[in-house]
């Protein structure tokens, strides 16, 4: 630390500098890809204030853990499908294990990239476990989110980003690019999907339709929330990949949307049930993230109020819907990610303007048509590609935990832990019993 | 007039209190308990730390009734409350020398007849 | 994302460079932005917790909803107000629904400016809440914040920070310019005053100084002063404008003044209960911010220590007066962020030093009198323009929730939830009947 | 704030630039630093949630008094003999008081290392208090912290970061450099160690080894991870002392190598137990953030990855261990921080690559021993340090609470508050008798 | 010796304790229940879900009397926790076949005659 | 049949039940509660806000028992849950009537003799 590295650092710096890295977009980078991380913790907050008390742990663990697995697929392979030269719909095994991903690159230093996708692709499968929150089994979503990070985000991260040789297969649809400033398709859409999907592969929750199901802790999902946006700053400010006015764009836009979703989905709730209600904030906070994720750096702030108040409308009302529908997707990670993503796609193709740049996209029916296209194409993928990988585990793990524990709450029975506790009753097991229960392998009662 | 204990499942409460009060038992006084009986222990474990958890989690509802509506009231619960695994909970019946109704000072009978007037 | 938006970004960048934009200025004005928008989430925290549990979600509320409006108001017109040209009193209409915030800009681009100054506006309506919780109907706040925004705070901050022409009224007071680093006079004498005033008009809760009304989670509170000071790094650091060694002094300066404010309350609590209290703590970290704020960047280190040292007495012996008073400013807004901030307002006018730059004003009688003189004007201001507001929303809406409302807690009541749930003894209203009650316009059961 | 500000910060950024700073550099150092402090808010949640409800704020009291506490000492002094001039064992008093500790400075303003310096004295504090709690005494711990944070945290920092003259001890030893890149060394083999004999001469809880002490709040602690995590990336990644590739790669070493200890930490659990804990899983991500702490900058990410592997061994079995024993450090600080941290040291002697810069060092045998060489002298340190301190702590005032206040739990007795409460049964004491009481000196009912 | 059970609004449990202190009422069980009775019910709604409260929180007290105290307590507490809204309580009277003080093994009377010297 | 009703400490909670269990009472249903007796009360302060809390933490036991196990059930509680300093508690014997246990519907003294084989 200090002046040693320092002088270390100055040297690398040299070396960078020569390369074309700049210390401003590396800083800003850096610290974006800190945000994305922490979104993580916002979701699992988020997610696990609405579940009841005895799912509390899962419900967050299905985040954390997303943080562990998805880590390791992405260094694995993960990057190198979606980043590493192929051809249009793949990419190659270039950056296997991490290999060629190092500290030079163009700009940044490609591991700094690499971070920062990772990030993206960590929060996209934890999204999907909101629609299947209190009831799947965790070995079964563990296994599910392995294989979905490598063969359905990393192909999609692909066609959208990538940019070598004539670019993903995104990049020219119908003779024009498909915008995605931040992941609208790849991040939201994609996540949305494969959460439908699945929820209709495991079924609903036994109570529901009969009890109400309330949200244990509302002020976590309140604090999820916030840390959601925090983080989203860098989600959609970072993907301008400088620390330019293209990044303050976005974050202002990235301020602006959710602020106007607030108020309509405010001033609706109002209208509706005479209140303006906490879960209803949070959640019109959520939609209006979304909803400018794609469009972030390529609309005026005023676009971006509009996109969210335009995207309040389905998002509210396809969630009230849901909740008297028989889909259980429990979260509404479709209500709120999938048309907040669809719609923030489609008027992306309508308010895009090319803030002077004559080789940017501007919106207009061409566009739109663009957006139409790829949305179809990423959510018909992320479809079948879920429903086939649901299905190959299923052979091997039932997906969904049996009714007792479902009833008896995932928490101890997945996690042998209980979210909120005062240890009263809970008798030690004493040494020499558990040491002897030890010896029998693979028991529960164990030391 | 009898005090009609009752511990139960905690899943089992929206049924029990739906079946009560087609019973017609509106006054019903609901704790959050937790109960030992012969139910098969959770273990947990945190750090290596093993842990038997004696307790369970359980609903009790106190209902105080006029004599002809215990026979009721107990029949409903008996037949709500279970799944037939062990753990089901148990009813017990206590006899109330006196009863008040804070409201208006009303006594016995008249005590825990509810108004339903604002139903 | 990657290379493209990146040589996108870059090319952005030449042109951003071109008219003196800076990117490491810009990366840490992106930061600070987000750093002091996290502040809004723990400030519902820390007054979250101070709540009864009844009252937990109407209180974070009062924060979260004004991250919409005035993220709207300010989009609107607040910021125009502020800092479009107009005269030394008032901004004009240029900058009107962001006409003419764009890209551009000297230093950093205008939109960017936009955001951080928003996020100072949304902090400083929010902080007004704590006075006035349990018991406030969240319509009318609602309303005031949404006029108030606009008509006292956007003024103030002309006064203060905008430099076009002659400068705001406090650049030149007496013969010299109000000394306000991040904000003490505007955010939180300003927010302070206007707490008191609608303490007063609201009236105290019908339990005060009856029953003992205790903080319902004070791991929250300690979250929320976590999190303040967390993003306070930002709020003063920010406010250097600049990736700078004067951004470090403000960083340094927000470190050192809090951690002598806390030493100092925790002795005075050890002496007069024996015990140092965290909710104590809290408060202390919040008084040291607050009172550093106005001169973060104007004093040495060693000053900000002495600054917290001295701010510390106020705040504590009026907070522990006003528990005992017929005053209740619920959560001490006055006593911490009105105290806090004229002592730091009037201190900054003597530790004031201009670090070798001639042209700076530096600490003495007359700073002093000038600092004197901006505190009287602000106070007045924001007093006489609280009550002239909060009267006009009183002819249309009562300011008050009643009795029983009050009792039963707001969080059912105004919002419809409970903050804390288990589900039980909660019946689902089946969807026939729930979509007939939908029919009566304006019911309260409805899907 | 604005444009005036600006200017003035463009004049000293002329300045800064001139004497060599960067102001890309200064942007990421500034966010480091907020980001280490924060960690401090993290461990604050992540230790009390462990802890039983009664004890829960007087955990986070722990870290965030030393955030006061420490934040003086290291301005008075701390600072100065860790990093003014002075011999190879110790600083100078070049930096007493603050003195000399400005904006000037190569690389960053010496103000900015000062802050980030401060940080890490703060948290490595903190972190000792794991071992102790539920029955320190408060008043002893923040004398404990007082004298520790300048006689032990001071001098070690100098040994291993100061780079005057011919650097600090830890510069030369055994004719090489005792590689530590953002503190394995200084801050966790340190604290834990402390931690370590401050257990054993406090001795066990009551009820240590004889009842369940279950964790109170689960999600506390998973949030206290995710923010210690967030946290690290500027402790790791503001270690390299600039914006560049080093930070980029100290950022994907600690993306990755906790990855991979939750991966592995999460197998082994589900092998002993059946089960994957939420405890567990945020304990793994600590150990393995520990584990590359000193590695971040030296290790390529694939060699993180390993690391993150290996260090879950000897904490997982010891931790496992741990609970079994007569020893009770109780939240594992020796296990998490010491056992990780010197696998980590040890494992930087072999992985350690130069990066192409020949001056650097490489890991190997020789590496290895200097390692091997380092943990020894810091943790002989370290422990007799500590048990100096505390045996002159405990002439002055007893260590411990006496029993009965550890059964009624430390929160109202040392703090005279709840973590959780509904203030049923609370009787507000009236103001006549209040006043009275006051007037009778140290009396505990007052106002 | 009578066992008085008294189930009453949260908001009134600061009052009722009062009053049965002034009344030498001072061995007191309290616990948070839930209630059932007349009272109207709460509507809360979350994303489209609407849902009917039918519980409402409530104190319920256990107070263990000699029988010649059974009347001051039952009064102090039906005076002091009525507001004349429905929903206020009632008061039950349980009759109590023996009691014990742990701390000495006092039985009946004397166990529960508290010690009041260390206020 | 009889009702025991114990209020202990909450620390001693852990004691009792390994002594009950011990005496082979295994049907237990526990709640946790606040009591008021004649234990010194603690002072809490926020914020210049000083409060005397006159309510402790309690653990409130109810075990029905048959009336042969009446003595032992009270005696083992009487023993374990002792400190000998104020607030240690009391305990209570109720008459029962009537007890049902719900999963078989057995009745009385059956009722409440607990199914051990799963342990
Ligand atoms: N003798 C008893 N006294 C009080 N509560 C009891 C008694 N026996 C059982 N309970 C309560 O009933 C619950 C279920 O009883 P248990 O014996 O496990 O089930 P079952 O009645 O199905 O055999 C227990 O958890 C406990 O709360
Ligand atoms: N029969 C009963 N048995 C037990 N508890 C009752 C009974 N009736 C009412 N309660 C309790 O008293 C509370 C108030 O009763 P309610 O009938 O609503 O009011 P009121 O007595 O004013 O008519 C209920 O919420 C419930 O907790
Ligand atoms: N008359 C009573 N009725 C109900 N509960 C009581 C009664 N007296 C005491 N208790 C309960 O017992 C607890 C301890 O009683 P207390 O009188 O303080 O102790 P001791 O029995 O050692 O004198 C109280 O906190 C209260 O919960």
């Known amino acids: ?447 | 007039m009898k005090l009609v204990v009752a511990v139960i499942r905690k899943e089992k409460l929206n049924d029990v209190l739906a079946s009560l009060f087609e019973n017609d038992i509106h006054g019903i006084t609901v704790s959050h308990v937790q109960g030992h009986g012969g139910e098969t222990e959770k273990v947990e474990t945190y750090r290596g730390l093993t842990v038997k958890m004696e307790l369970t989690e359980k609903i009790r509802l106190d209902i105080a009734v006029t004599d002809p509506f215990v026979e009721r009231t107990v029949k409903s619960i008996l037949k709500t409350a279970r799944t037939g695994e062990v753990g089901d909970g148990k009813v017990f019946v206590l006899p109330i020398e006196k009863a008040y109704r804070i409201r208006t000072g009303e006594e016995d009978a008249e005590a825990v007849t509810p108004v339903l007037s604002t139903l």
Not at chain 1, 166 to 175: I, R, T, Y
Not at chain 1, 185 to 209: E, W, Y
């Open chain 1, 1 to 447: 630390m200090n002046k040693y590295s320092l002088s270390l650092g100055l040297m690398l710096f040299g070396v960078a500098f020569a390369q074309g890295q700049d210390p401003a977009t590396i800083s800003w980078m850096l610290v974006s890809s800190a945000f994305v991380f922490f979104m993580v913790v916002g979701l699992a907050f988020f997610y696990g204030g609405l579940v009841r008390r005895k799912n509390a742990l899962n419900t967050m663990m299905m985040s954390f853990v997303s943080l562990g697995i998805v880590g390791i697929t992405w260094s694995v392979i993960g990057y190198s499908l979606a980043y590493a030269d192929g051809n249009r719909f793949l990419g190659g095994f270039g950056y296997f294990m991490l290999n060629n991903v190092g500290l030079e690159g163009e700009g940044i230093p490609t591991i700094l990239d690499f971070v920062f996708q990772g990030t993206f692709a960590i929060i996209t499968v934890a999204l999907i476990s909101g629609a299947v929150v209190e009831r799947m089994r965790f070995s079964a979503y563990m296994m599910f989110i392995t294989i979905w990070s490598v063969l359905i985000y990393a192909p999609m991260a692909h066609w959208v980003w990538y940019l070598g040789g004539d670019g993903g297969w995104f990049k020219n649809l119908l003779g024009g690019e498909a915008l995605d400033f931040a992941g609208g398709t790849v991040v939201h859409i994609n996540a949305a999907v494969a959460a439908l999907v699945l929820a209709f592969m495991i079924g609903k929750r036994q109570d529901f339709g009969k009890k109400a199901m309330l949200p244990h802790q509302v002020p976590f999902t309140l604090l999820g929330a916030g840390i959601l946006w925090f983080g989203w700053f860098g989600f959609n400010g970072g993907s301008a990949y400088a620390a330019d006015a293209k990044a303050a764009l976005a974050m202002a836009n990235s301020l602006l949307a959710p602020a106007a979703t607030i108020v309509v989905w405010a001033t609706l709730d109002y209208f509706r049930a005479g209140k303006v209600t906490a879960v209803g904030l949070a959640t019109a906070i959520v939609v209006g993230l979304v909803a400018i994720t794609p469009a972030a750096g390529f609309v005026t702030p005023m676009s971006a109020i509009i996109i969210g108040i335009i995207a309040t409308f389905p998002c509210y009302f396809f969630i009230n819907w849901r909740a008297h529908s028989s889909l259980d997707d429990s979260l509404d990670v479709f209500g709120a990610h999938g048309l907040g993503g669809i719609t923030g796609a489609l008027l992306t193709g309508i308010f895009a303007t090319n803030f002077g740049d004559p080789e940017a996209a501007t919106g207009g029916l061409n566009q739109f048509l663009i957006q139409f296209v790829a949305v179809v194409i990423a959510a018909a993928f992320s479809g079948v590609g879920t429903f086939l990988i649901a299905s190959l585990v299923k052979l091997v793990l039932p997906l969904r935990s049996d009714d007792k524990i479902e009833a008896q709450g995932l928490d101890v029975a997945m996690h042998g832990e209980e979210g909120y506790s005062d240890g009263e009753g809970a008798l030690l097991i004493p040494v020499s019993s558990s040491k002897k229960a030890a010896l029998v392998a693979g028991q529960v009662v164990s030391s």
